[in-house]
């Protein structure tokens, strides 16, 4: 697409927009937002595959952006679900683990006022699970924060408490009730239970703040996400649908095109329908009243054969030639007619075999006749074999009916290669020739050069050749003097070695 | 040789008639000739019936036929003929002026004996016609009468 696309746009689109009026909606909004027009107009002088991949492109450029930003959310979301999940069990296993506290200090205290083991079965609880509770609150901490501070704080709480109870203990069995009853009623560990709880009531009040603040980030993020989406969608539906009304005025383009091909294909075929009936008809019915003019001469040359003087008989006899020439002039048409409407079956033609046959085909015409041969080794072609057969069938049969008044004819044929894609091929030979002021009128339909008594023939035969060669996307030429022979052309693309 | 059976020739046009059976005269075979002028009557004569009711009974020797003809054409007599059990031994000669492949083709797929093109020189119309009625007429063994009663057909 050139430069002058706009022109010729705004040409074309007032036609347009009284047929589509989305059109004149849609042109309004581009005019309206104005400062878009620039890159508009940017776009349209692009090809329309340019458009489509660019408008394409966009498309998927906000794909893309969309789900980076919802992977995003989706990650926060996840993340915040899984540590929730993480305070939830720290703030149990904190409860979990003050109980065993308590319950070891009061189990202690009775042992203490009974001296029966066994209340200490809370003491040895603590003592054995104490590792694992704090194991597990500090797998829950991170590792740098104040609540692992803490849980660091409460072991050694725990082992204060432990240590002070197993003094405690120790005193009762050597020295018996008397001597710990002040601890039995205070309780040993008294000042660390409280710190202990102190520190319980801290750690869970953080960790209860830090779950409502993410309950508050995670709703921002979802709520922020569905806009994202929502706008995210709206955005591409409106590019799609840019895109689609700056492609728009090529898609009906390019249809409109497409039906017209179809329409004209239909047409040409309705035409090729019609010219193939209009040939069998001739073929059937003008030759009928022919064969009755010579057949009903011929009757009456042999009917009134008495009667008749010489003059009347040659009278009947150019009567029945005319009429058989006739036939043979519409034969020759109608070959010619079929030779440009015959379907091609493409091959690869040994140029010295089909020329081998040729000859052996005009084999009669070549009695008593002396005739020098030149055949060069030629190259293979491509094309339909029975077509260039007619083709050289014509060139030689040509050669050899025109060197018929020389007492020693010499016919040449040979090639010459012309770039990589064709070969030339040319039929020369020393007979009658013609002036190169009528070679233009060599390859026409029933054109001849030479009076009908000289040499006969319909004058179909070049034609068939320049037809053939044309068909075969190659060129037909002569070149010739009276007197001095004549040389014909024809170029005829070749067969690669390697295809 | 003697000539039994008749030779039937299909010709619409009465002039291309009138040449043929000059041609026949030659060798006198013309009183043998039977000339239909269209499709219908060669199937009539075929089936005895309308015209040839009470005709003689059996199969001509052979049936020149004739492409182009009014009522019921060539192609359409040669696909009834080939269809037809008991008819279907009869030699079927298409002797027309169409040259066209298709016409070829599509004779030989139906069951043509033979194809000649009528030439438009009288002479080498003469000649075509007058071998095609020694042959077909007198050369040729046309297939025993029995050969279409074995077949069941009900006369």
């Known amino acids: ?499 | 040789m003697t000539v039994s059976k008749p030779i039937l020739l299909a010709e619409d046009n009465p002039r291309d008639a009138e040449l043929a059976l000059a041609a026949m005269e030659e060798h006198h075979l013309a009183d043998k000739v039977i000339l239909c002028h269209d499709g219908a009557e060669v199937l009539d004569y075929l089936y005895c019936r309308g015209h040839f009711k009470t005709r003689l009974q059996g199969n001509p020797a052979v049936v020149l036929l004739d492409l182009k003809m009014p009522k019921v054409d060539g192609l359409e007599v040669l696909r009834t003929i080939k269809g037809d059990a008991a008819l279907k031994p009869i030699p079927v000669v298409m002797l027309t002026s169409s040259r066209e492949e298709r016409d070829l083709v599509e004779s030989y797929a139906l069951g043509a004996n033979a194809y000649v093109v009528k030439p438009v020189e009288f002479h080498q119309f003469l000649k075509a016609v007058k071998e095609l009625g020694v042959f077909w007429g007198m050369i040729n063994e046309p297939p025993p009468e029995g050969a279409s009663r074995a077949t069941g057909r009900s006369t």
């Open chain 1, 1 to 499: 697409m050139g430069m002058d696309e706009p022109n010729s746009h705004q040409a074309v689109d007032p036609d347009g927009e009284s047929s589509h009026p989305a059109s004149r909606w849609g042109e309004r909004i581009l005019a309206r937002v104005s400062c878009l027009a620039p890159l508009v107009h940017t776009f349209q002088n692009r090809s329309i595959e340019h458009r489509v991949l660019a408008g394409f492109g966009l498309v998927f450029a906000g794909i893309l952006v969309i789900s980076a930003i919802s992977y995003r959310n989706m990650t926060v979301l996840i993340r915040n679900g899984h540590q929730d999940q993480r305070s939830h069990e720290f703030i149990q296993f904190l409860a979990a683990t003050g109980e065993v506290m308590d319950d070891a200090e009061s189990g202690h205290r009775r042992f203490l006022v009974t001296g029966d083991d066994g209340y200490l079965a809370s003491y040895n609880t603590l003592r054995a699970r104490a590792p694992e509770y704090l194991g597990y609150l500090r797998d829950l901490t991170d590792a740098i924060s104040t609540q692992r501070a803490r849980v660091n704080q409460l072991e050694e709480l725990i082992a204060q408490q432990l240590q002070k109870e197993r003094a405690s203990i120790e005193l009762r069995n050597e020295t018996g009730f008397e001597s710990v009853r002040a601890m039995a009623l205070a309780g040993v560990a008294k000042t660390e239970l409280d710190s202990a709880r102190h520190l319980q009531v801290q750690m869970e009040q953080d960790e209860t703040r830090a779950l409502a603040q993410r309950v508050v980030e995670s709703t921002t993020t979802t709520r922020s996400s569905i806009i994202l989406l929502t706008i995210g969608a709206l955005l591409l539906f409106v590019l799609l649908a840019a895109v689609y009304y700056l492609i728009r005025h090529d898609i009906t383009e390019r249809r409109r095109v497409a039906d017209e091909l179809q329409r004209r294909g239909e047409l040409l075929e309705a035409a090729n329908k019609e010219l193939e009936a209009f040939s069998y008809s001739v073929s059937h019915d003008l030759r009928a009243p022919l064969r009755h003019i010579d057949g009903y001469a011929s009757l009456l040359a042999k009917a009134a054969t008495v009667s008749l003087d010489d003059k009347a008989k040659r009278y009947l006899q150019t009567i029945s030639e005319s009429a058989t020439r006739m036939g043979q002039l519409i034969d020759d048409l109608l070959v010619f007619s079929r030779m440009g409407r015959q379907e091609m079956l493409r091959g690869t033609v040994n140029l010295n075999q089909l020329i081998a046959s040729v000859l052996h085909d005009l084999r009669h015409d070549l009695q008593d006749r002396a005739i020098s041969w030149t055949i060069a080794q030629l190259p293979e072609v491509t094309g339909d074999a029975a077509m260039l057969r007619q083709v050289f069938a014509n060139l030689v049969g040509n050669a050899i009916k025109f060197t018929g008044s020389r007492p020693q004819a010499t016919i040449e044929i040979g090639s010459r290669q012309s770039g990589q894609e064709e070969a030339v091929l040319f039929v020369r030979d020393n007979g009658v020739g013609f002036d190169m002021r009528y070679a233009n009128k060599l390859f026409g339909v029933f054109q001849r050069l030479h009076r009908a008594d000289e040499f006969d023939g319909t004058g179909i035969g070049l034609a068939n050749v320049r037809r053939i060669i044309h068909r075969h996307g190659g060129k037909t030429w002569a070149e010739g003097a009276l007197g001095e022979g004549a040389t014909f052309y024809v170029s005829l693309p070749i067969t690669r070695p390697s295809a």
